[in-house]
């Protein structure tokens, strides 16, 4: 699956924002997915995931209780929304997917996902 990720920009701390990632390709339904987020001089950091099923989501506790992944099969997108950001949400942000079985919980590590999207830039002004 090839993901192309979208929705960055410039926002003020209190504000939402809602990042999408379309998908290409016939894998999508199969595939659990998830965003990531780097900013410079550090490694790529698990943000949140969600079931290829959909049914169940993770999220790291940095955004916990103010994010919310989803996607939509027939759309073939995964979105995070995202409120009440913080300066230190600024990252680029990154969509990730997998093909799995039904019952396989999402990886939070960047080696256990193999498609990824180019990278959407999200600064947060305090």
């Known amino acids: 699956v090839q993901l192309q990720a979208s929705g960055g920009g410039l926002v003020q701390a209190g504000d939402s924002l809602t990042l999408s990632c379309a998908a290409s390709?016939?894998?999508?339904?199969?595939?659990?997915l998830a965003w990531f987020r780097q900013t410079p001089g550090k490694e790529r950091e698990f943000v949140a995931a969600?079931?290829?099923?959909?049914?169940?989501?993770y999220y790291d506790d940095s955004v916990k209780g103010r994010s919310t992944i989803s996607r939509d099969n027939d759309k073939k997108t995964v979105c995070l929304r995202m409120n009440s950001l913080k300066p230190e949400d600024t990252a680029v942000y990154y969509c990730a997917a997998k093909e799995v079985i039904l019952t396989v919980v999402p990886g939070n590590e960047v080696r256990w996902y193999d498609s990824w999207g180019q990278g959407t830039l999200v600064t947060v002004s305090s």
């Open positions: 390709g016939r894998t999508f339904s199969r595939c659990a």
């Open positions: 969600i079931s290829r099923g959909g049914s169940s989501t």
